[in-house]
């Protein structure tokens, strides 16, 4: 009888055969990774003018284009109702935005399923750039060309980072998928 | 990629139903937070008890970031500090010189203050700190310019009390948790306050733009008296700040005023000091509107 090689029965996850996944890390690994990337613009001090990519949101939409069907489509409101607790919005603003974006890619996918990492990138971008947007306009500033000129520059790097954030969510999902346990 | 099979519905009813209530919920569940939005906008403290205790439990992690912050801000001050040392020591040394004569003139005008104070039997300005902390956190990917300190109620701070620096003005308080706060930066666009030039009595608003710059808005109009480089102290009314702490240095002319730059960038100070609010007698003044009506309690005062 022929041997098979053996990385012929590893796929991206670890070896196929004996592989038992956690419960806990497959479905708490999105949702935890999500809030904690909510919490890190919290604590950078930014005197000036927005300049942290807003993570939670990236997280999210990476999640979401990346491995659909992981995410519930309602998952923007105990999501955005968290991240709204720490970004300085109005209470709501998160709810309101993440549930719109999920409504949206959801309905994006169904019009185009094939589809690859440059298209991600660019519906990404799309999807951060009118967040950004319209979070600016439900933030309860004074709506100002200055306003808008000061998210420019976090605008660029969001739209910069998301081949990273896209990078740290595979790792991500190998860690959610990956053997915990042997069976026998 | 291609599409992953398990989404697609099929004639099966179940899953169709299962999508169609996914969308059903999302959409509740974006109209409900249209309406907490509507309701926050309104109400703006309305959801304080919520926002408090999260910002409590990840205050102190802020704590450690802050430390990072200012030690990194070190290096990098050392490491440009070997550039031009000579020179600048030297130049450094004749203005100290300059100034060490200023701050004894100084003192002695404080003196006099104070003594001539003393005769119009006016209090002291002199104001103890309520709490030193370190500014533990911003809203750095929002359009407002918020930051938190890790000093709440239960150290004594209260809402509306200034926060400044070592070189001025940083903000006021703007909610307060149990052992947390939310600061309200000067440079936010809803930010307002009062100031006077400092060399004159010109006085002025100074409005955050939303991107780091103030706006000095005189109240007087005409015409404009103000040159680049005049530097901006607060003038106490209003009852928040106390008078003569440094605010702005104007960077460019406007016809109805200019623009300035932050004399206290929040992001190079190390520690800032809460301060009791300067006359809550004014403060409660303001609150009351020409039309409101004395109950006869206040009346009886």
């Not at chain 2, 550039?83 to 701050?103: F, K, T, V």
């Not at chain 2, 809550?280 to 609150?287: F, G, N, T, W």
Request: proline content about 6%.
């Amino acid at each position: 009888m022929q041997r098979l090689a053996p990385s012929a029965r590893r796929d991206q996850y670890g070896s196929r055969i004996n592989r038992a996944k956690s419960p806990i890390r497959e479905y708490c690994t999105p949702y935890a990774s999500i809030m904690l990337a909510s919490l890190v613009p919290f604590l950078f001090l930014a005197d000036v003018m927005p300049f942290v990519p807003p993570l939670g949101f990236m997280f999210l939409i990476g999640w979401r284009i990346m491995r659909p069907g992981v995410l519930p489509l309602w998952v923007g409101v105990p999501l955005g109702a968290f991240n709204d607790l720490y970004s300085g919005q109005p209470f709501g603003s998160g709810i309101f935005l993440w549930s719109l974006a999920m409504i949206g890619l959801e309905a994006l996918e169904s019009r185009f399923p094939w589809r690859g990492f440059w298209q991600d990138w660019f519906t990404a971008g799309l999807v951060v750039i009118m967040y950004i947007l319209a979070a600016m306009v439900v933030s309860g500033a004074t709506l100002s060309v200055h306003l808008l000129l000061a998210t420019l520059p976090q605008i660029l790097t969001s739209i910069l980072v998301y081949p990273l954030v896209s990078r740290i969510i595979a790792s991500l999902d190998r860690f959610r998928l990956s053997r915990s346990r042997r069976i026998g | 990629m291609s599409p992953s099979s398990k989404r697609r519905t099929g004639f099966s009813k179940k899953q169709q139903y299962s999508v169609f209530t996914g969308y059903l919920f999302a959409s509740l569940g974006a109209l409900l937070g249209l309406a907490l939005l509507g309701l926050s906008l309104w109400q703006p403290s309305s959801f304080e008890p919520l926002r408090g205790p999260a910002t409590d439990v990840v205050a102190p992690a802020g704590e450690a970031t802050a430390a990072v912050r200012s030690g990194r801000k070190n290096v990098w001050d050392t490491i440009t500090g070997y550039w031009r040392a000579g020179s600048q020591n030297a130049a450094l040394r004749r203005e100290i010189e300059i100034a060490r004569i200023r701050l004894a003139e100084a003192q002695a005008v404080e003196v006099e203050n104070r003594r001539l104070k003393a005769l119009l039997s006016l209090p002291g300005e002199d104001s103890e700190a309520v709490a030193t902390t370190r500014l533990v956190g911003s809203s750095s990917a929002s359009s407002r310019r918020f930051a938190y300190v890790g000093k709440g109620e239960a150290d004594g701070v209260e809402v509306g009390m200034p926060v400044h620096s070592e070189r001025g003005v940083v903000g006021r308080v703007l909610e307060v948790a149990r052992a947390s706060a939310r600061v309200l930066l000067l440079t936010d666009s809803e930010s307002v306050l009062p100031v006077r030039r400092a060399s004159d009595r010109t006085v002025a608003f100074a409005e955050g733009r939303g991107d780091g710059l103030l706006r000095i808005r005189l109240i007087n109009l005409g015409l404009n008296p103000l040159e680049v480089g005049d530097v901006f102290v607060t003038s106490g009314a209003g009852g928040y700040y106390r008078p003569g702490v440094a605010v702005a240095i104007l960077n460019e002319l406007t016809p109805d005023g200019g623009i300035a730059r932050l004399v206290a960038d929040p992001s190079a100070t190390n520690y800032v000091t809460i301060e009791p609010i300067y006359e809550p007698l004014a403060v409660e003044a303001s609150e009351v509107r020409a039309r409101d009506e004395l109950t006869d309690e206040e009346l009886g005062d």
